[in-house]
């Protein structure tokens, strides 16, 4: 999923999904949606009497029945589905948004059981005999054992069948239900989306299935291991048109439309993806080998905002079939932009589901983030045709996988079609940085937990973050440049990534590693943060240990390394001497390492996930470096030595004053990468000072008049992609910091840009914009979190965010009961400026008041926020003084 981006050079597979299994009949469904109370109710609208019943649920005390638990046992294993729907694009005489729907999946008995379970959540199911609410029947020959009883596990989300014999090992059985539910605007499995096109409301009807919301479609086996075929029809009104994973096949008419698509490879049923809508698409020329389509609003396609996604395609498809040494295993590869979305975008394999911002370019408005955005989200879910799709984790603790080497191979991939961008340098900032920030607190967790540990939906939820997307191991990028798998491995956990890397390196006699690739690696996935080395320089003595920007807090989970990482250190020495040591214990001795005037630079272009401390010596022999000729130095290196620097110094590790000498040369810089960690830092000073006096000396921005120059006066475009990023921060920090001239250019911008007030309807105060951020019909609900934390950037509309969020909570909550897309942005960009003790007494309280109640929300990020705030606090209070007094001299 790309809510984020994101190791190696991977990764070969030889797999294309098994066809199997006959088209269910396509058949025009009746059934109408009641709520569960109704036993009978006869269909105004077409005149046939349906039995419908309030099936029975059972919440029951924990147990060790196998319905009680949250994983499907491993005696039956799905094969194909043929899953028939009809989802309602207008309203029934109750207001509600319905679809119906018929299913058949065909499963092979492993062991000897009585018992089906199969997932089912949020569904009304139609009797399909007197007394029960499926259907089973054996195939080739087998007699298929009678329903003894069936009923729904509401807290597991299973719907139980118990048998009254046995199923027979090896044969297989069709398992046949009806049901209908509720296509509601809830953004998960299926939902409907809403936008208005000619002053005409217009209905979407379209789907989100990861992690666990298959089961709230139809009744699967809902898990990423049980792969199996999925045969779809999708009824639908004349004038719209049906999209799903395969290529569609035939289109018939008799009352509705009827769609019926081919099946798809052999998959995962998070991977399963259908559109109903009015939308219109632009394609790929005839002679291109693979079809491409992008798909959106009328509108939008019209006016070419689906132009530079197209463009792009084919060439990251083409990019990836050469990366992963393997053709694209489909006939064609949709794109949609969805108007209510709650990622950036989602995998589905063959079609594609975006967020508009995310598929979406409009080079009149849109800013050159904007289309990096879009070809880094695409390049991310491309990836994963391959890479998620084709090989999938085995269970959802291991997410990672999919994810982490998604992310890593997005930058690739986008590289290769925006070669001018230099996009793979931006990867250190917007990935390893990022996930340095999470991984510092000891609310961080490993990359990979054990199977035992992520058993709940909700728990499930929780992975989706930032340590699972952006902590790339990049220090292994080399051995990982590899053609991974050679053989059909349809499901894999991070032990076959091992073996495999292993016969690479055993095969290849120039890698020298110091251990096996299992004992390098675990020592990185299965503890959580990462370490800070220090170096010596007088004795050459190397330490780590491990960092943590809060250091009094403590770390009470427990692992088997103890925090000793095997670390990779490249390094250079002033007059081009480099060289790379493994750290494998705590403590070490390295010679050549040692030296009483050269200066010493580790982690040579930010290759290995750790942060760097010197000796006093070595730190001013550096600054020098930067003061005098500061080019010598790699410009990633430069980043990191600022970004290494104010990081050690919020833990106590370096002394602030310090932090603050590494920004003095870019009086000189010109480079984005060096001035983005300097701003990225310096915004932490604005975030505890912006209230205090401390806030008037910070003054300085040399680059504003540097981008002046160079754009004659701000009337033209630097050149170079890069700059034009770097004049944001030009323009951004100086009227942060009160530089003359940069409030009046900013209001000749605002008044020029207010010229339009058809695009520009904003200017609302800040308590009505607040009411409007929980307001559907206003703001949507995939919006919210950015509506409510914009507010909260502002000195004056943060204390008014917070008060708003404690009082609306649980109605926000309840609306959005996919808290977990949203819940821990929530948090953070609230609270990122807390910094009082009365503040952090709020938040306890809040945490308390969460924890009491029968709601859903990510406590993981109200525990980051504490933690978070307990250092901030801290960190005022050793510092500020010493701040102040080093700002006051800087500026005599």
Not at 166 to 177: P, R
Not at 383 to 388: E, N, P, Q, R, T
Not at 408 to 431: F, G
Not at 751 to 776: A, H, V
Request: proline residues 4%.
């Amino acid at each position: 999923m790309g809510k984020g981006f994101y190791i190696s050079k991977p990764l070969g597979f030889v797999l294309f999904g098994l066809g199997a299994g006959a088209v269910l009949t396509i058949f025009a469904l009746s059934v109408v949606y009641v709520q569960e109370k109704r036993k009978n109710e006869v269909n105004a609208r077409d005149g046939t009497r349906i039995v419908t019943t309030a099936a029975p649920h059972r919440t029951s005390a924990p147990s060790n029945e196998a319905w009680d638990k949250y994983r499907l046992p491993d005696a039956l294993l799905p094969e194909y589905y043929n899953v028939t729907l009809w989802p309602r694009l207008v309203p029934d005489e109750e207001g509600m948004y319905i679809f119906t729907g018929k299913s058949g999946v065909v499963f092979t008995c492993l062991k000897e059981t009585n018992l089906i379970l199969i997932h089912s959540n949020e569904l009304n199911f139609t009797l399909t005999s007197e007394m029960h609410h499926a259907k089973l029947t054996g195939l080739g020959g087998t007699s298929a054992p009678a329903i003894l009883e069936t009923w729904f596990q509401t807290q597991t989300q299973f719907m139980v069948i118990q048998l009254k014999r046995k199923l027979q090992v090896g044969k297989s059985y069709w398992l046949y239900t009806e049901f209908h539910g509720e296509l509601s605007d809830n953004l998960g499995g299926f939902y409907r989306s809403e936008y208005t096109e000619n002053d005409v409301k217009k209905v979407v009807a379209t789907t989100q299935m990861q992690p666990t919301a298959a089961r709230n479609v139809f009744p699967c086996f809902d898990e990423p291991s049980m792969k199996a075929v999925f045969h779809l029809t999708l009824l639908h009104p004349p004038g719209t048109v049906a999209l799903s994973n395969g290529m569609e096949l035939e289109n018939i008419v008799i009352s509705v439309l009827q769609t019926r698509f081919e099946p798809t490879e052999k998959m995962s049923t998070y991977l399963l993806a259908f559109v109903v809508s009015e939308f219109t698409n632009i394609r790929s020329p005839p002679e291109a080998n693979i079809l491409i389509r992008i798909w959106g609003r009328r509108e939008a396609i019209e006016s070419c905002q689906g132009d530079y996604a197209l463009n792009v395609t084919f060439p990251i498809l083409k990019y990836l079939e050469n990366y992963y040494n393997t053709t694209y295993p489909l006939s064609k590869s949709d794109q949609i932009a969805l108007p209510d979305f709650a990622a950036g975008a989602m995998e589905n394999w063959g079609l594609v589901t975006y967020r508009e911002l995310s598929l979406f370019y409009d080079p009149k408005v849109s800013s050159n983030e904007d289309k990096e955005w879009v070809v880094t989200v695409i390049t991310h879910e491309l990836a994963h045709m391959w890479f998620g799709n084709l090989v999938t984790m085995r269970w959802w603790n291991d997410l990672w996988l999919n994810e982490g080497f998604a992310s890593y191979v997005s930058y690739l991939a986008a590289d290769y079609v925006e070669p001018t961008w230099n996009i793979k340098d931006l990867m250190v900032q917007q990935q390893v940085q990022k996930a340095f920030d999470v991984d510092s607190l000891v609310s961080s967790h490993p990359l990979s937990s054990r199977e035992d540990e992520v058993i709940t939906p909700d728990q499930i939820d929780q992975l989706f973050d930032t340590i699972t997307y952006s902590k790339v191991f990049i220090m292994c990028q080399k051995q990982l440049e590899i053609t991974l798998l050679s053989s059909v491995v349809f499901n894999t956990v991070y032990t076959d990534l091992w073996k495999k890397l292993q016969e690479v390196v055993d095969a290849d006699s120039s890698i020298q590693l110091p251990a096996s690739i299992n004992e390098i690696m675990n020592r990185w996935i299965l503890q959580m943060g990462f370490p800070v080395v220090t170096i010596d320089t007088r004795t050459g003595s190397i330490t780590q240990q491990h960092f943590l920007i809060h250091p009094e807090a403590v770390v009470d989970k427990p692992s088997d390394y103890n925090y000793e990482w095997f670390v990779p250190i490249t390094w250079l020495k002033s007059g081009s001497n480099m060289g790379q040591h493994w750290l494998l214990t705590k403590t070490a001795s390295y010679e050549p390492m040692k030296t009483d005037t050269d200066w010493l630079l580790a982690n040579l272009n930010v290759t290995g996930y750790y942060r760097v401390n010197y000796d006093p010596q070595n730190w001013e022999r550096l600054l020098t470096q930067l003061n005098s000729d500061h080019k010598v130095i790699p410009v990633l290196n430069r980043g990191q030595i600022i970004d290494d620097a104010f990081n050690l110094a919020r833990a106590d590790i370096i002394n602030i004053t310090l932090a603050l000498r590494t920004t003095k040369y870019l009086y000189e810089e010109k480079e984005y990468i060096p001035w983005e960690s300097a701003v990225r830092n310096l915004e932490y000073f604005f975030l505890m000072f912006d209230r205090t006096e401390v806030y008037g000396p910070l003054q300085a921005q040399p680059l504003f008049d540097h981008f002046k120059d160079i754009t004659s006066n701000w009337t033209q475009k630097p050149p170079r992609y890069m700059d034009q990023y770097n004049q944001i921060n030009a323009v951004s920090m100086a009227c942060k910091t009160g530089v003359k001239g940069c409030s009046e250019l900013t209001r000749m911008w605002y008044r020029q840009w207010m010229k339009n007030p058809d695009t520009n309807p904003y200017g609302k105060c800040f308590s009505k914009y607040l009411e409007y951020s929980i307001d559907p019909n206003l703001i949507r609900k995939q919006d919210i979190t950015y509506a409510i934390v914009y507010i909260a950037d502002n000195v004056i509309g943060q204390p008014l965010v917070w008060d708003f969020v404690r009082a609306n909570w649980e109605h926000i909550t309840k609306d959005f009961d996919d808290g977990s897309f949203f819940s821990g942005g929530l948090i953070n960009g609230i609270t990122k400026k807390f910094s009082t003790e009365f503040e952090l007494q709020q938040l306890q309280r809040f945490k308390e008041d969460i924890a009491a109640s029968s709601f859903t929300f990510d406590m993981q990020a109200i525990e980051r926020a504490i933690e978070q705030t307990k250092a901030n606090i801290k960190w005022i209070s050793e510092n500020k003084a010493q701040v102040m007094n080093w700002l006051i001299e800087q500026s005599d």
